[in-house]
Every structure is written in structure tokens, then in C-alpha cells.
């Protein structure tokens, strides 16, 4: 993050008016790095007080991600994500193109699907390893025990519940997404569910109600994991959500890799070049 005044802007993938962000390409000292920048949510102001304004600070960092807020120009506060070195994979996932609908059935998944699921592991996923059982970012970290790890996305500022972002990541390693699902894994994300909601009631007063708890498929990075929103937190996803609930359901009838998932998908998705080369 401290090396962003040395970054050369090479192209833009991505712009949202909606989200009030946009996803630049380009380098630091010749390392390709992908910046995402967004306005942060006002904060509530004091009547004859101070403009808290902020300053440039990076707030964490984990492996190849860090994330920080500062000012694009005097009264414009952003928050930063950045990561460096950013691979081809991160570069197609933001940069903007054309989407289709993808109805995935049991059989595309086992020929097509799980072996390039498998290519997406590894050192990949190094900075989910750290957070469970590193101790990185622990001083985030809101719940432990031995089936799930509960923290703050790293984009929500703690304050403002309606942006309330939350991820829950499941401890157990050999669970890549929702297709390694069956009817035994229904214990834990009914205990996932009723913990974080209990975890969140008791620090923001946010009843379950209020709460949109679900999957990505596809999800952005393959280890097992729950988002926790805030149900007035809008979200960029249809097409690729799940509900908890709506899994746990499925799972009564079948294993999830028994199913047909209808999803949306980018064109410039490795995965979408695999199944319709």
C-alpha cells in the first residue's frame, strides 16, 4: 500500500457509478497491480464540529492484498484496495465484459469444473491458511472455534451497520465450495448461521432478520466460506448468490454436486473459456 504513489496507470477495467468505484491496471517499479477505488460511506457528522476528513493510512494487509483509505482530492475520502503482483486470473475477474447465463449440470462439473477448481488451490488460498491458523489479521478476528473463523470484510468500517460485510471461513480445508456440500455438512452451516448471528445481535444489535447470509458460486477463491450482509447493504451478486438456507434445503434431497446450478458468469472467466472453448 505505501508504494501506490509509485503506481503508472495502464488501463481502466472496471468503472460503477452505482458501487462509486473504479478498478485501475497497472504497475509499481514494472509489478503488475490491480487498485480498486471507492468512496467510503459518510459518516455522521457533528453539528459545529470538525470535517473529519482522513488521512492516507493503510489499514491491514494479508499476503498479496492490503487495503487502506485516503483522499483522491480534498474532500473526496476512498477507501483502497490493492493487490500486487495481480495475476492474468485477478485482471479477468475485473476487468469489465459481457455476461452470459451458465446452467453448470452435474456432468460439466466433473469433467470440466472440479479439475480447474483444483488448479485454483494451493498458494492461492495462503492468505485464508494465515487467518485460520497464523494468526493473521487476528486482531479482527469477532469468533473462533474449531469449524469456523468469523471476521469483518475488509472494506467495512465497523460503523455503519446498513454496510455491514461479514466472512465466515470455514476451518476445515478439504471443502474447495458449495459442490462438497452433502446432508452431513448441515450441522455446521446451521451452526455457522446461528453463531455469527448471535455474534452480531450481541455486538450491533442487528437481529438475524436483518441479516442476508449465502454463498457465491462461483465463488472468488476456493476454500469454503459464508457472506454476512447487512439485508440494506445492496449487493453486485444476483446471478451468483446463494442463501444458506436455500443450500441446507437442497442438501435434504441430494449432494450439491448432484444438482444443476444456474449462475452468471464473465466471458473473461478462465472457467467460461473451459466449458464452451
Not at 500500500?1 to 503506481?7: G, H, P, R
Not at 473504479?22 to 457533528?46: H, M, Q, W, Y
Request: with cysteine; hydrophobic share 40%.
Amino acid at each position: 500500500m505505501n508504494k501506490l504513489d509509485k503506481f503508472i496507470v495502464e488501463q481502466v477495467l472496471q468503472t460503477s457509478e452505482a458501487e462509486k468505484l473504479t478498478i485501475l491496471l497497472g504497475k509499481v517499479d514494472d509489478v503488475p497491480c490491480i487498485a480498486k477505488i471507492s468512496r467510503l460511506p459518510l459518516p455522521d457528522f457533528n453539528i459545529n464540529g470538525k470535517l473529519p476528513l482522513s488521512v492516507h493510512e493503510q489499514l491491514d494487509a494479508n499476503d498479496i492484498y492490503s487495503w487502506g483509505s485516503g483522499k483522491v482530492d480534498e474532500n473526496a475520502s476512498v477507501y483502497i484496495e490493492c493487490i500486487m503482483p495481480a495475476t492474468d486470473t485477478h485482471i479477468a475477474k475485473y476487468k469489465e465484459a459481457q455476461r452470459f447465463v451458465v446452467r453448470e449440470t452435474p456432468e460439466m462439473y466433473t469433467n470440466t469444473v472440479k479439475p480447474y477448481i483444483e488448479t485454483q488451490r494451493g498458494d492461492r488460498i495462503d492468505w485464508v491458511r494465515g487467518i485460520l491458523f497464523q494468526g493473521v489479521e487476528a486482531d479482527r478476528v469477532l469468533f473462533r472455534d474449531d469449524q469456523f473463523v468469523l471476521l469483518p470484510n475488509s472494506k467495512w468500517d465497523q460503523q455503519n451497520v446498513n454496510n455491514m460485510s461479514m466472512l465466515a471461513l470455514v476451518v476445515q480445508t478439504d471443502i474447495p465450495s458449495i459442490r462438497d456440500l452433502t446432508s452431513a455438512h448441515i450441522p455446521l452451516l446451521e451452526h455457522i448461521k446461528s453463531k455469527s448471528s448471535e455474534v452480531i445481535s450481541s455486538k450491533w444489535n442487528v437481529p438475524e432478520s436483518q441479516l442476508k447470509v449465502f454463498f457465491h458460486y462461483h465463488p472468488t477463491f476456493y476454500h469454503l466460506h459464508v457472506h454476512i450482509v447487512h439485508i440494506n447493504n445492496e449487493q453486485n451478486d444476483f446471478g451468483r448468490s446463494l442463501l444458506v438456507d436455500s443450500v441446507i434445503d437442497m442438501l435434504d434431497s441430494k449432494p450439491i454436486k448432484d444438482h444443476t446450478l444456474t449462475y452468471f458468469m464473465s466471458e473473461n472467466h478462465k472457467l467460461y473459456n473451459l466449458l464452451f472453448p
